[in-house]
């Protein structure tokens, strides 16, 4: 490879190029334009935008912020001796609550679990999204295909599978007996559960990282190569950075629905231990102390907004 | 951007609004009989119907597969309306319905959720005199804690919760006790372990049950040793489930399962070997547990319901019910007409002593679901 293949880049010191697609808000043209035209054109933009909008906002508002304002309500009521929620004697009980620490447990259990199995799933996912994105065009499309098919069959049936596959009767166990070993059974352990978070949220993680990694300017690697850059520190200088946005968003992808998982710990893992799912679930259909319940989403929804943001810092601050 | 802004504040006006209605309403339901007497139609709600007179099809909120079809489609022909049939899953999810406004004219709701809708003014008192067929009942279903009367409610069906045996895998001298889910040394050997209900009354009233108390127990104290129980048991516990305990037991997953009497007999019927498994109430006693009829104080159409009620109170019905979904039936004059296979099944069931129906605890029903994630550590 020679210098002369490398793409030009611009002296430093010049602003970047505006990335494509975007519409140029300013443009460079000879003629003069008046303040009061550009305002005007912008004031037009953005009322085209609102009602573009309009229908998914309206839906969010309606399905989405006003369940979520309900719930925050609720979580200051009182739970009646029948168990009704009061809306009245609003008070702090159900967060106070929240620090016992039996709560502190479940949350803290919770909180390993997403994020070993977001672990998991990147250390899996990101040498397959690489694999995926070196491919030719033919072979990526059968690939991503290939990603995407469970998703056209039902998550509930998909982790009833798993149940007879870790189970006594399963192949797993099976194969053991051939080979002359005992009969072994994965199903309600801690093991199972983890095997069902990172099979059902793994396309999460390697949807993201293939589109990060696929529009990634391979020149650059290139470039890194030539000048004298091993494989390991090209890899960790140039190719994991271009990608970060990819492992942001598939982690909080991943991180998130783990967090509060409900059907694959009971299913998979017997609800033997208690997680923040389950223990939601139960405060609302068996306590009947909807409080509470509340207070425990709004805690959840809090950490989740808390990883989330610092998440995105710690990725934005790599780029 | 202004627009939008004002769209965000009087959404969010309007649902704190909401949110306080709803409160106001439910504040004043329970202390009761004014605000009935101030709305009219609740106060009147079926008082005047008369011995099979209809006033509109019938809305009903049930179990799902609970009522034979073929007895709706006579319903329907012999009186001339529709029944539309809703489902739901659990009691709390039909109470939250019914407190949400939701409308029907027949609802069937288990025991204690009779108690709180009571309480709460949400059913509307039985008409006794469109329902001559109440005579049908059997006597110990006219006696209950939770409806004294009864006022509100007439049976629908009754179950147990007890435990599935699979025989073949324990030994055909096992003792029948809640040693079963509890003891360590016992199942230690068994194959897969046990599997208990993943509820906390029904979970933690076995082991109250298995230490000799009853399942309405209101120590702490007694409710710590049930949790130390469950917990020294772990090990052995493969499952706490609530729904797929039949199926692991005749998959042969666990040796024995924690379950319903209804679904526990139809997964054992349905097993390659059913003569290798066995359902039994344990010698300390279990739960009874009884679903029943009930006219919400919102009905539209309570004539219809009352003759609905009245429908499937009679003998010959009240047969073809239970031999349809195999759950046991309150009605005495039904008996002659239930299938031999039925009667066997519920055999256990009459001469089980110490049976008891979960109550409403009140404040103290909480600790249930507490105390068992606790025991699960």
């Known amino acids: 490879m020679t210098v002369s293949e490398i793409p030009p880049t611009p002296p430093p010191g010049t602003p970047p190029p505006p990335p494509p697609g975007r519409p140029i808000s300013k443009p460079e043209t000879a003629e003069p334009v008046t303040p009061e035209l550009e305002a005007a054109s912008r004031r037009a933009e953005a009322r085209r935008g609102f009602f573009i909008a309009l229908p998914s906002f309206i839906y969010l508002v309606l399905l989405f912020v006003v369940p979520l304002l309900l719930v925050f309500v609720y979580s200051f009521a009182t739970r009646d001796a029948t168990g009704q929620t009061v809306l009245e004697g609003w008070n702090l009980d159900s967060y106070r609550r929240l620090f016992s620490a039996e709560v502190l447990e479940i949350f803290l259990r919770s909180l390993l679990l997403a994020t070993v199995t977001t672990a998991i799933c990147l250390a899996l996912s990101y040498p397959f999204a690489f694999y995926i994105a070196t491919r030719g065009p033919r072979v990526r499309n059968i690939l991503l295909v290939l990603v995407m098919i469970p998703f056209w069959s039902n998550f509930l049936v998909r982790t009833y599978a798993w149940r007879v596959i870790l189970g006594s009767e399963g192949p797993l166990s099976q194969i053991s007996q051939a080979l002359g070993g005992e009969p072994f059974r994965l199903l309600f352990t801690n093991v199972a559960v983890l095997i069902g978070l990172v099979y059902g949220f793994m396309p999460f993680m390697v949807l993201p990282l293939y589109a990060a990694l696929e529009r990634m300017d391979w020149h650059l690697v290139e470039a890194a190569r030539d000048l004298y850059a091993d494989g390991w520190t090209a890899f960790r200088k140039v190719t994991l950075p271009l990608s970060m946005p990819g492992v942001v968003a598939g982690s909080i992808l991943v991180f998130i629905p783990s967090l509060g998982a409900y059907v694959t710990p009971a299913l998979l893992g017997g609800a033997r231990t208690v997680l923040m799912g389950d223990y939601i679930v139960s405060q609302f259909l068996a306590a009947r102390n909807w409080p509470f319940g509340s207070a425990l989403s709004f805690a959840v929804m809090f950490v989740m907004l808390v990883a989330t943001i610092f998440y995105f810092r710690a990725g934005a601050k790599t780029l | ?377």
């Not at chain 2, 949110?19 to 101030?38: M, N």
């Not at chain 2, 360590?184 to 906390?200: I, K, M, R």
């Not at chain 2, 979970?203 to 309405?216: E, I, R």
């Open chain 2, 1 to 377: 951007m202004r627009l939008l802004a004002r769209l965000i504040a009087s959404l969010t006006v309007l649902a704190i609004l909401v949110a306080a209605c709803g409160g106001d309403d439910g504040a004043e339901e329970p202390d009761g009989t004014s605000a009935e007497g101030g709305e009219s139609p609740q106060g009147a709600t079926g008082a005047g119907c008369a011995l099979d007179e209809v006033d509109g099809d019938l809305n009903l909120y049930n179990w799902s597969e609970y009522l034979d079809p073929e007895l709706v489609t006579a319903f329907e022909e012999q009186y001339g309306v529709d029944v539309v049939e809703d489902f739901y899953e659990s009691n709390e999810a039909l109470l939250a319905q019914m407190q949400a406004g939701a409308v029907y004219d027949m609802i069937v709701p288990s025991d204690y959720m009779v108690g709180i809708m009571i309480q709460n003014g949400l059913l509307a008192p039985v008409n006794g005199e469109a329902v001559p067929n109440l005579a049908n009942l059997a006597e110990q279903f006219t006696e209950l804690p939770y409806d004294p009367g009864p006022e509100y409610s007439a049976a629908y069906q009754y179950g147990t919760t007890g435990l599935g045996v699979n025989v073949s895998a324990v030994g055909e001298d096992f003792p029948r006790s809640w040693a079963l889910l509890f003891d360590p040394e016992l199942t230690a050997d068994f194959p897969g372990g046990v599997s208990v209900l993943n509820d906390p009354r029904e979970a933690m009233g076995a082991a109250l049950k298995y230490l000799g108390y009853s399942l309405n127990d209101t120590d702490l104290e007694h409710l710590q040793e049930a949790s130390d129980t469950i917990s020294g048991n772990l090990e052995n516990i493969a499952t706490f489930d609530s729904d797929q305990y039949d199926e692991a037991l005749v998959a042969g997953e666990v040796a024995v399962s924690h379950g319903y009497s209804g679904n526990m007999i139809v997964g054992i019927g349905e097993a390659e070997n059913p003569d290798d498994y066995e359902y039994i109430l344990p010698e300390e006693g279990a739960t009874l547990w009884i679903d029943n009829m009930a006219v919400p104080a919102n009905a539209e159409h309570p004539c219809t319901a009352f003759t609905f009620m009245n429908y499937i109170l009679d003998a010959g019905n009240g047969a073809t019910l239970t031999n349809w979904n195999y759950y046991g039936t309150p009605n005495e004059a039904a008996m002659e007409g239930v299938d031999q296979e039925v009667l066997d099944f519920y055999a256990p069931t009459f001469e089980a002593e110490g049976l008891e129906i979960i109550e409403d605890t009140g404040d103290y029903e909480i600790n249930f679901t507490d105390y068992l994630a606790q025991a699960k550590g």
